[in-house]
């Protein structure tokens, strides 16, 4: 039906017109035809689809479906029909159909050689096969009798028809059935056109079919391909899947086993921290107990020894005044008595006495010459004795005692001389109780002397003691300060200290405020862990007295290198070269303590320079200002003795710790300060405060040598902060060249092998530092951080490297001792 439609629209655009429908009132009753394909649509004999459904395809549709219905209706009538692609194949059952329904005529009309009437085919096609039975009665006449014979043909009727009204009529019809005629000739051609038309458009869409058919096999086989493909993707797919969760849960083992590690390191690290703290009070415990028991039989020996000399002086003194006087007035009642008898004998008598009395002052005097000897042995007690604090008083107590008793026993040498045999007996008497007191003595001066090896060994194992806690702590220890806000200063950054009531470890940092993606505000937090944090309430002292352990190690024979790293104003010289600052209190208890030493026999002997590395250059800070520019430093390295020594460099004998602070005045007076962006008097350079000490034991034969260097590093500053221009970016560039060498030194001492290269001639600070932070050092850092929100970047970026720096691990250091 919808072809007849289309068919019946194509002759209605052509402008042919319809035919009419007057012809079928006025024509007679027709009798029924015969039904045949060709009086039939031809489109009712067509076979149904084959089923096929249309499938939504990935190609594009072809360019007159792409167009709208008011753009079709716009074009004009007598283009070239263009068929819609057909998706469904065409059987050959529906060709051939379609072609019998164009074939057939669609009129109803019966030709002019045709009789009106209908053969006996005809009837026996419409009613059924068979004889036709013979009606006895004829049909009765009315108004249309003369067309009762209209089953016989013309030829058959002998007559002729009547002239009526009817002829005209019959005429006309003729007329009608010629115009009718031409009309569906005319329409068979337009149809024949437009089936050719069909059929070359039928054709085209079937070959275009096939190759939509091609295309769509090759895209087959392309997704047959691709599926398989995807196929072995899942397979390897679920295959890393499975291995990444067996990586995934092999980490989490590790990490579980390397943190039940680390906390077993940390534990074991604890005890034996405890052990050696514990082991090391019990020894000075006893060293105190032992030297307060030592002292206190000293003091009971020289309290005896006095209380038994000053009784037997007293007592001999009275004796000798009882006998004098006894002997007094025997020679007076004697004299007077004998006196006409001595006179007799007096020239006897004075020859006697003259030469007894000669005889008495040879005695006198080797009586003297001994005294003289004891005398000096007591001295040489006392110069050994000397060596003790705590006896020097009492030897000088001793000393004066026997001179004051030799004196006694001289005058009364002196005064009895006419008594020489009761002198002789009183001076062996006296030969016998100074014997007995050189006794004494001794056994004390051997009691003192075990003292001093028990004190010496004591002493010893302090050391080692102290060294090996210093071992445990780290070669490179690394320590973080805070300095405070000034008044004038604002926006503080927000850094915190969370075990600042019990380890004070950890500093935490909290970054700036950023918008997420989601309009969400976050901020972003930095902890970091070091072996020691300082707040902006420490002082100088407080810093000291966590690095005083590491000086002692100078005096020990090691050498030791304390440096301060940090931004521009965060306070690095104020903590090193301030009146209380590192270097004073440092060299002070070096002081101190090389005195106390002096009592165990070591004699100490320190040697201070002050080198300032400005633009890859050294410079003397404690020479003449004018001769800065003409001589210059030379840096020379003694590779057997591990030392580094300096050319044309003032080095200054300290005697005492008011020298340092005339150097440190010198020093800053020379050294090269700014102003930049970042600081109104910004250090520009690196200096270096080198103290050289010498020990000698006059007991042991043992000797040390031990260097103490303590670095002020210049500022580390980044260019578009400072606005450095000219002069100033020529020392920056310097500056963080030699900051970037000092980390890939300590970068290398960390992490290369024995005998690897260390990049130490890369800078003129770490050449000048080489043998104070190789392994043979003990090496201690300053990060120092500055309160400030505008310098938040900086301090991350010290934090961090602070951080890389207590990670490395240098090696043992070793003490340099000679014999």
Known sequence: MDSTNENTGIAKRSGIKPPSNFSSIASPPRVLGELHDAGMNARSAMLPPAGIKHKPSGLPEPAFKRKTLAEQAAEPYNRKLVAPPITRPVTNGVKGTMARGMAAPTSRAIPKNTSRHPSASALSGSVGAGPRIQSGTTRPKSAYGQYGGHARSKSQNPSMRPATAMRHREEDDEEQEAERKDFYNERMEAMERDFRMFKEQIEGDVRQATDYKESIQQLQNRVTELEGIRARLEIVNKGLESELDDTRSCLKSVKLELEMNQQKHSYEADDLRRKLRNEVDDLESRHRKDADRMQREREEAESKIRKELETRIEKLLKEHSEELAVLRKKLDADSEAERTRRTKETQELEVEYASRLRTAALDAGVKQREAQLLQGELTNVKSELDRERNLKTGLQTQLTEATTTNLTLSATNKAMKEKIDFLESDSQAQSQAFNDLHRRMQEAIE?????????????????????????????????????????????????????????????????????????????????????????????????????????????????????????????????????????????????????????????????????????????????????????????????????????????????????????????????????????????????????????????????????????????????????????????????????????????????????????????????????????????????????????????????????????????????????
């Open 447 to 819: 009691a003192a002397e075990r003292a001093h090896d028990k004190l010496r060994q004591e002493e010893t194992l302090r050391r080692k003691l102290f060294n090996q806690v210093q071992e445990l702590k780290g070669n490179i220890r690394v320590m973080c300060r805070v300095r405070p806000t000034h008044d004038s200063e604002t926006d503080p950054a927000q850094i915190s200290f969370p075990d600042n009531d019990t380890d004070s470890k950890e500093v935490s940092v909290l970054g700036p405020s950023r918008q997420s993606a989601m309009g969400k505000d976050t901020t972003a937090a930095y902890s970091y862990s070091f072996d020691r944090v300082f707040g902006p309430a420490s002082q100088n002292g407080e810093v000291f007295e966590e690095i005083s352990q590491l000086v002692q190690s100078a005096l020990d024979g090691y050498n030791v290198c304390i440096f301060c790293y940090g931004q521009t104003g965060s306070g690095k010289t104020y903590t090193m070269s301030s009146i209380d600052g590192m270097i004073p209190r440092a060299t002070a208890q070096i002081w101190d303590e090389a005195q106390r030493l002096q009592e165990k026999g070591w004699r100490y002997s320190m040697e201070g320079s002050f080198i300032e590395v400005y633009n890859e250059t050294y410079n003397d800070l404690l020479g003449r200002s004018e001769d800065l520019d003409k001589k210059k430093v030379e840096v020379r390295h003694d590779t057997a003795k591990k030392q580094t020594l300096l050319e044309n460099a003032v080095s200054v004998m300290l005697d005492g710790p008011h020298r340092v602070e005339e150097i440190l005045d010198t020093a800053s007076k020379n050294r090269t300060v700014a102003a930049t962006k970042a600081n109104m008097r910004s250090s520009r350079s690196h200096s270096v405060f080198i103290l050289k000490l010498v020990g000698t034991n006059e007991i042991t034969g043992e000797k040390s040598e031990g260097t103490l260097n303590l670095v002020d590093l210049a500022g580390s500053e980044r260019l578009e902060h400072s606005k450095a221009e000219g002069a100033r970016l020529k020392e920056t560039q310097n500056i963080n060249k030699s900051l970037s060498c000092l980390g890939d030194v300590i970068n290398a001492l960390g992490s290369a092998k024995e005998g690897a290269h260390v990049p130490y001639r890369n800078s003129k600070l770490t050449y000048l530092l080489q043998y104070s932070l190789g392994g043979n050092s003990k090496t201690l850092m300053f990060v120092m951080v500055s309160p400030l929100q505008a310098h938040l970047q900086e301090t991350v970026t010290s934090l961090k490297f602070a951080t890389k720096v207590h990670n490395t691990h240098i090696g043992t250091a070793k003490k340099q001792t000679r014999t």
